[in-house]
Nanobody, 124 residues
Framework: QVQLVESGGGSVQAGGSLRLSCVASGLIYSSNYMSWFRQASVKEREGVAYIDSDGRTVYAGSVKGRFTISRDNAKNTLYLQMNSLTPEDTAMYYC??????????????????WGRGTQVTVSS
């Protein structure tokens, strides 16, 4: 059974940093395509960043240069380092994965597995 569990969310002031973690179980982890999504209360869910099966990382324009996605295969953990946070980054952040290889931006519905989310709140 595949399970994704996020942690690391919280409340920070603008300009601060957080690191989100997503522990994956039940996957052959090292080559799985994985991504982070977020959804603010008044916005549609959006893809934030992904790491594909070749290890290539891609970011949404709104976070590029501030966020870094990475993975530790030995720990079966996906990370999202978030720096220079702004109130516009306030959202529920979700980890997602597919079983097997993947490339390019995949939508929420195309992912096979999702975590329950971790809340990030940035105050001005």
């Amino acid at each position: 059974q595949v399970q994704l569990v996020e942690s690391g969310g919280g409340s920070v002031q603008a300009g601060g940093s957080l690191r989100l973690s997503c522990v994956a179980s039940g996957l052959i982890y090292s080559s799985n395509y994985m991504s982070w999504f977020r959804q603010a209360s008044v916005k549609e869910r959006e893809g934030v960043a992904y790491i594909d099966s070749d290890g290539r990382t891609v970011y949404a324009g709104s976070v590029k240069g501030r966020f870094t996605i990475s993975r530790d295969n030995a720990k079966n953990t996906l990370y999202l380092q978030m720096n220079s946070l702004t109130p516009e980054d306030t959202a529920m952040y979700y980890c997602a994965a597919i079983r097997g290889r993947g490339y390019g931006w995949l939508t929420w519905s195309q992912m096979g597995y999702w975590g329950r989310g971790t809340q990030v709140t940035v105050s001005s």
